[in-house]
């Protein structure tokens, strides 16, 4: 397959390069912010521009999917992503893949209802749909290989320290 031979010569490319420099692979993503109005977001980096909303029934105006939409499609496309590279780096034809993020919610933990319900999902399941022409050993393997390696399950499953850094402005009084 000519895609997954370009996908093996990047990954390969990109493997001698932070090999050789470990350097050229670190750095910092800035994901920037603005609060539009109500409950809708502007999203930038570099040259990708998303939107941000919640819908009615949280008193939004629907303007774009939610923050958890966003979250469980990170986590679904590094996968697919991720499988589809290892797939080509370990040389297991793909016909076809679909990825299903499913998580588990008690909204009461995030409406501050009951403070032994965490904000939270309880639980995160990924439903793979792969069809191949590899023995199923090599496509577990590939899988098993793929997910150890994944940047947001590792984020998903293990915590990221956070920590906020307040810039404020007190607003001109008349």
Known sequence: MQNQEIIKT???RNVRAVTARPSVGQGTAVTKVHWRHGLTCDVEEGPWKLVVGMTEKYGGDNAGPNPGVYGR????????IGYAIWAARLNVSLRSMDVEVHADYDV??????????????????????????????????????????SSYLDDYQNPVPVKRELHFTPAATA
Do not use: N
């Open 10 to 12: 990047a990954m390969e």
């Open 73 to 80: 499609s990170a986590l679904g496309a590094c996968l697919a």
């Open 108 to 149: 009461r933990g995030e409406l501050a209802i009951d403070d032994s319900v965490r904000p939270g999902y309880k639980e995160m399941r990924v439903v793979v749909r792969i069809e191949s022409d590899a023995p199923e050993s090599d496509v577990l393997a590939m899988l098993e290989k793929a997910e150890k390696h």
